[in-house]
């Protein structure tokens, strides 16, 4: 009796067999493609980072100057002429005739001074004088008869000259007592206060009844007489600007009290020298006046057009940068390489700085640099954009197809098939 026994070979084992090598080969796939997609996001991130690192700034062209400026200083309007006027007499004032705002003419009687002790003086000058005119007249005639018996010898030759001498004594006493009538009749005539040209009274420090003190501009003026048909304007120009001074230069004025309002005014000189004190030149200016439109000791604004320097330039002043170089700005030369020029500053205008050294026309000057920007350093220079951009959501839609969004996306979306 004989045992065979089938064995039937083992195909479900072989399939499986089959299946997994697939599988296997698909999974060496999938982790060979996400590596590969994660090395390649890698590098285009380091890309983007790298190009991120060169710093993006924005340039302006500098602005020529322009063939005049303004330049606009304060000033103050004085009269043209100011004349205090003050008591050549002592007395008691007897009355006065002209009030502050009263429009005057030259020699027009502003106020009269009681002087009782002057007027004795003048008295007693006179009656001095008629006393001194008497003795010279019987001199005279002394002289004169001994003059006429010194021919007949009846007197001396000395008895004679002793004689004429006191003549001629007589005479200068004559002379001194006439002086001295005169001067106090000048004192007199100052009894009487005057206008001493066509004028405004300004001032009127005294009253009738007050007591007068005689002074030579020591004491207290009585009245002020101004003359504002012109007025003159002082202006403290800066040493900067000293040397484009020029007389005959003309100025416009503006008041605050007179909004809208220009003044036409020349230039009369300077004083030729600059204070150490405020490092300025003092200019005077002289304003037609005729319509009373101006007071002096007015503040005022002068606008002075000044002839513009032709090698002069403007940028923004949060182009300057200070460092212990000095001032400097950055310039992107045309192979965006940076280079930091040494500048010297004419006019501070706030915003905006006038260069008149160190810089050139038509170079492109980096406004508002880093502060770790240095020379030789390339830039990335920005596209002129509007100054409204759009929304968050449109910045956030640009930034979704930047780069290094793109790359971090690639690479989250190859993590899972690495793990």
Known sequence: MSTEVDIASPQPLRHLKTVAAVALLVAAGIVSGGLFSRVHAHQELTSWTDAQAVPTVATVLPEPSPASQMLVLPGHLAAYINAPIYARVSGYLHAWYADIGTHVK?????????????????????????????????????????TEMLKQDSVSQQEADEKTSDLIAKQATVEANQANVRRLEALESFKRLTAP?????????????????????????????????????????????????????????????RPGMKFDAKLVDTDQSISPASGTMLVQLAVDNKQGLLFPGEYTEVHLAMHGDA??????????????????????GADHKVQLRDVTIGTDLGTRVQIIAGLKAGERVIDNPPDSLANGDVVRLAATAATNAPGAASAANASANTPATQATQTAQTAEPAHG
């Open 106 to 146: 030259a020699g027009q009687l502003l106020g009269v001074i009681d002087t009782p002790d002057l007027d004795q003086q003048l008295q007693q000058a006179r009656a001095d004088l008629q006393n001194s005119i008497a003795n010279e007249k019987l001199a005279a005639t002394t002289a004169k008869r001994w």
């Open 197 to 257: 040209f066509d004028g405004v009274v300004t001032a009127r420090k005294t009253d009738v009844g007050a007591l007068i003190d005689a002074g030579s501009g020591s004491g207290p003026e009585l009245f002020t007489v101004s003359d504002a048909s012109t007025l003159r304007v002082y202006v403290s120009v800066p040493q900067s600007d000293a040397a484009s001074i020029q007389p005959g230069m003309h100025a416009t004025l503006t008041v605050p009290e």
């Open 311 to 332: 090698n002069a330039l403007f940028v923004p002043a949060s182009a300057l940068i200070f460092r212990a170089q000095g001032m400097q700005v950055a310039v992107a």
